[in-house]
C-alpha cells in the first residue's frame, strides 16, 4: 500500500472528491480484503468496508501524520470489524441461539492448504484479538510494530497473539481433517496471502471499489 502524500491529504480533508478517490482506490481493495476474513462474510464485509471509508472521509481532518495513514486506516477497520462481530453476537444472545458454530465443511482430502477452505475455517475459529493479529501479520504485511499500533497493545502482546493463532490453527486444520503433510510446523508470514490470491483465482465475483454516497 502506498502511503499518501501530506498534500493529498490536506486536498481531501478539504473535501476534494478527486483527492479523497485516490485514497479509496488506494486503500479499499486492502481493507475489504482484511474485513472480509475478519468476519467471515464477503457480503459483511462490503458493508463495513464503505463504513470504513466514510468515517475516514469524516474524520480526515483529525488525522495527526504521528502514524502512517495506512495504520490509521486499518485502527478504523479494525474497530468496525470488532463492532459488528460484538453486535452479532449480542443479537445471537437476544435471540436465544446457541453460540455460532463453523459451517459443516465439504473435504475430500486432496486439496491443498493454500486453497482449503479448511484453513479460513480454521482462522475464523480464533477470538477476535488472536484472529485480528493474524490477519493483520500474515495476511495483510503488517510489521510487528504497526499491528500492535493498530491494535493499541504492546509488542510482545502481538508477537504472542500471532505465535499463538498460528498454533491454534495449525492445530484446528488438522482437527477438522486437513492433511498434516502439506502443512509446516508453524503457519510462515505469507501462507494467508498464498490462500487468499488462489482463493480469489477461483472466485469470479469482482471487487466493486466504488463507494456511492460518499
Known amino acids: 500500500m502506498e502511503q499518501p502524500t501530506p498534500e493529498q491529504l490536506r486536498r481531501a480533508a478539504d473535501g476534494s472528491e478527486a483527492a479523497l478517490e485516490e485514497l479509496v482506490l488506494e486503500f479499499y481493495g486492502p481493507v475489504l480484503q482484511y474485513l472480509h476474513r475478519f468476519v467471515g462474510s464477503r457480503e459483511d464485509a462490503e458493508d463495513l468496508s464503505q463504513e470504513v471509508f466514510i468515517r475516514v472521509a469524516r474524520s480526515l481532518g483529525g488525522f495527526d501524520g504521528r502514524s502512517r495513514f495506512s495504520t490509521w486506516v486499518f485502527q478504523i477497520a479494525k474497530n468496525a470489524g470488532i463492532d459488528f462481530l460484538r453486535k452479532r453476537e449480542l443479537d445471537r444472545r437476544r435471540r436465544d441461539e446457541a453460540e455460532a458454530e463453523l459451517p459443516p465443511m465439504e473435504y475430500d482430502g486432496t486439496l491443498g ?7 479460513w475455517a480454521s482462522i475464523r475459529a480464533l477470538n477476535e ?81 466504488e463507494l456511492p454516497g460518499l
Do not use: P
Open 129 to 209: 484479538d488472536l484472529r485480528a493479529a493474524l490477519l493483520l501479520r500474515d495476511l495483510m504485511g503488517f510489521r510487528y510494530q504497526e499491528i500492535a499500533e493498530i491494535l493499541d497493545t504492546t509488542l510482545s502482546t502481538v508477537k504472542w497473539r500471532i505465535y499463538e493463532a498460528r498454533e491454534r490453527v495449525q492445530r484446528r486444520f488438522r482437527e477438522l481433517g486437513g492433511e498434516v503433510g502439506v502443512t509446516t510446523d508453524r503457519l510462515e508470514a505469507g501462507t494467508l496471502a498464498s490462500a487468499e490470491r488462489s482463493h480469489e483465482r477461483g472466485n469470479e465475483r469482482t471487487v466493486d471499489r
Open 113 to 119: 492448504l493454500e486453497d482449503s477452505e479448511l484453513l
